[in-house]
């Protein structure tokens, strides 16, 4: 692979991992709202402020979000978002597979019956 692809590709990985965890996404969630302080966050996470800050940082780092200073508290935006429709994208692909689960269960074709023995 060339170093160009390489690297875009290493880039849309980075900020994928950086949405790869359910804080993360709680937070880009939330500040599609509106603006939050780390104050606010903090309550609805129900974490400490080292770790949302640490969570924030990680989103500032790729992008997502952003802060604007306000006196002492920093306000963080959605900086990205474009991310929502990646968000609805996932909303889907999660509806899909638990309709595919399901199926799966009322269908003998998984490869086990509600018996319990297998097709395989």
């Given amino acids: 692979m060339k170093r160009d692809i390489r690297d875009r590709y290493e880039n849309r990985a980075r900020i994928?991992?950086?949405?790869?965890?359910?804080?993360?996404?709680?937070?880009?969630?939330?500040?599609?709202?509106?603006?939050?302080?780390?104050?606010?966050?903090?309550?609805?996470?129900?974490?400490d402020t080292s770790t949302v800050s640490k969570h924030l940082s990680?989103?500032?780092?790729?992008?997502?979000?952003?802060?604007?200073?306000r006196g002492t508290q920093m306000h963080y935006y959605l900086a990205a978002?474009?991310?929502?429709?990646?968000?609805?994208?996932l909303e889907s692909m999660v509806h899909a597979n638990v309709r595919r689960q399901m199926s799966c269960l009322q269908d003998a074709e998984c490869g086990f019956s509600p018996?319990?023995?297998?097709?395989?």
């Fill in 16 to 47: 994928m991992k950086s949405l790869g965890h359910p804080t993360r996404l709680f937070i880009v969630d939330e500040l599609s709202r509106g603006k939050r302080c780390v104050h606010e966050l903090t309550g609805m996470v129900g974490a």
């Fill in 58 to 69: 990680i989103l500032k780092e790729s992008g997502i979000v952003d802060y604007e200073k």
């Fill in 81 to 89: 978002p474009c991310v929502l429709g990646f968000f609805s994208c």
């Fill in 115 to 120: 018996e319990g023995g297998d097709h395989g």
